[in-house]
């Protein structure tokens, strides 16, 4: 989409120009402590904090000798699994002791690769030859579904978890999808959002609404489950240009692919406040930037501020002074570029083949190397979902995994992204004044929605748009005031 290519010159802005291994990109957070969590069914499993010796508390990996291997640059290093969850080297006749295999994995790496910065253990170490990412989503398993030790036949592979992944990655991986499950019945379901627009193409029949990625999420009259439907990666095939890139994918999880999610995120309930607000606001689909902070040392990224982008899609006259103005906000708040957001207004909180493509160039630009490196993430909010009455938007924050190097001509994997909701106190003038400016420019559209209409039975679409922002509230309004700000705001 033509603004989505406008938003490449801001992502470039932050790009150091420099590529390196995607594997760097797939980097599991290592606490690098040599405590393990509390044994029992009473833990947190979070896939935070894990250790060797929490593996080796729980049965999923052993100790023994040259049971860990690296593979780097053509060259093999192998090192033993000690009692205590530390990892024992030998090098030129002495014996080296690390506390984890990030340690150990960038310790090697910069024996043969002196520039090399950054690097991640679970995902370069090997244990038996399986990495550590999947004998560590082997323990997650284990601890989330209850599920008894895995056994380890002679060659060290757990041939019950790698069946299990297997199977995963054949029926395209995550089986989290309700987007059709437990629906109501047709007459139960909400109106799509009306706007002088969609009015206009009410007399259609239906099955003859026209849907397009980024305009008009369809006529007042309710649509069919094509319109929503979102296919498994797995059934995409290779990368087409012909292929239609208007296609909704479903997200795969990290624990799917035998992976720990690369870095965490948490978002400011102020932040998705100003970007559930924009996203109600019309038919059309919209896009903002996100900006925050990124911690290298804890591998976390804390989303803290929403800039919509008061554009249309295909304004490249005015996106280019929309961006700048964006980019002097950013900066003045000693804040940094760290993600996107965009809606698909009636559609699936998944991400479009189109979408998945933006995201992954984004993520190339963005990436920087060493201590610079900065990760990228993607939001997806779907304002208005058709199939049930559901007042809360719904949310999707990706990330796109590059494909193996021997399938290249295949299309970039989308991954979620969990994140936490991170609850502030105050509402910020920001907030405000952008909730301000939104509702100004949108005031006179054709596609802005008629919140006074009809949303579901005795509901509108104020009482819709209320629902889902007053989730999302500072703790310090609990009075009505906001509630009522936005009211006269759009009323």
Request: charged share 25%; proline share 4%.
């Amino acid at each position: 989409m033509d603004l989505r290519t406008d938003l490449k010159m801001l992502f470039r802005d932050d790009d150091s120009n420099s590529v390196h291994s995607m594997d760097d990109d797939l980097e599991s957070v290592d606490s690098g402590s040599t405590s393990s969590p509390a044994s029992g069914k009473g833990r947190v499993v979070t896939g935070r904090g894990i250790t060797l010796s929490t593996l080796m508390n729980d049965g999923i990996v052993e100790a023994g000798e040259n049971v860990l291997t690296v593979d780097y640059l053509g060259r093999n290093f192998t090192a033993d699994l000690c009692k205590d969850g530390k990892i024992c080297w030998t090098h030129k006749n002495t014996k080296e002791i690390f506390n984890s295999p990030s340690a150990w994995a960038i310790h090697i790496k910069k024996l043969v690769n002196p520039a090399k910065k950054s690097g991640c253990g679970w995902a370069s170490v090997k244990y038996k030859g399986k990495k550590l990412d999947l004998w560590k989503s082997v323990w997650f398993r284990k601890m989330k579904l209850g599920l008894p030790t895995p056994e380890l036949n002679g060659n060290g592979n757990h041939s019950d978890g790698l069946h299990l992944l297997d199977e995963m990655m054949q029926n395209g991986g995550s089986k989290e999808s309700e987007d059709f499950q437990d629906l109501p019945s047709p007459t139960d379901r909400p109106r799509a959002p009306v706007s002088e627009l969609t009015r206009k193409k009410s007399s259609r029949k239906i099955g003859e609404e026209e849907y397009t990625q980024g305009m008009m999420c369809g006529s007042t009259t309710r649509s069919d489950q094509r319109e929503f439907q979102v296919v498994k990666y797995s059934s995409l095939g290779k990368r087409s240009s012909e292929r239609d890139h208007s296609k909704l994918v479903e997200c795969l999880s990290f624990s799917s692919q035998g992976r720990i999610q690369p870095f965490t995120v948490s978002i400011t309930t102020n932040c998705l406040l100003v970007v559930d607000f924009h996203c109600h606001l019309t038919t059309s689909e919209v896009v903002g930037y996100l900006a925050g902070k990124w911690d290298s040392s804890t591998q976390h990224m804390s989303v803290l501020q929403a800039f919509p982008c008061r554009c249309r899609l295909g304004d490249k006259q005015n996106a280019a002074v929309v961006e700048e103005e964006i980019r002097r906000s950013i900066a003045l708040r000693g804040l940094q570029l760290i993600g996107w957001y965009h809606s698909h207004p009636c559609s699936a909180a998944q991400p479009s083949l189109a979408d998945v493509e933006c995201q992954m160039e984004y993520q190339i630009q963005m990436k920087g190397e060493g201590n610079s490196y900065q990760p990228c993430l993607a939001l997806v909010c779907c304002p208005y979902t058709l199939q049930r009455p559901q007042k809360e938007s719904s949310l999707k924050s990706y990330w796109v995994m590059p494909p193996p190097e021997c399938q290249a001509n295949r299309f970039g994997v989308p991954m979620t992204m969990n994140f936490n909701w991170q609850s502030d106190i105050f509402l910020t003038q920001d907030v405000l004044l952008e909730m301000k400016c939104l509702a100004e420019y949108y005031k006179d559209s054709a596609d802005l929605v008629w919140f006074k209409e009809t949303w579901h039975k005795s509901e509108t679409f104020m009482d819709k748009l209320k629902g889902s922002l007053s989730k999302k509230f500072p703790k310090d309004q609990t009075d009505g005031r906001l509630l009522d700000y936005i009211h006269n705001l759009l009323l």
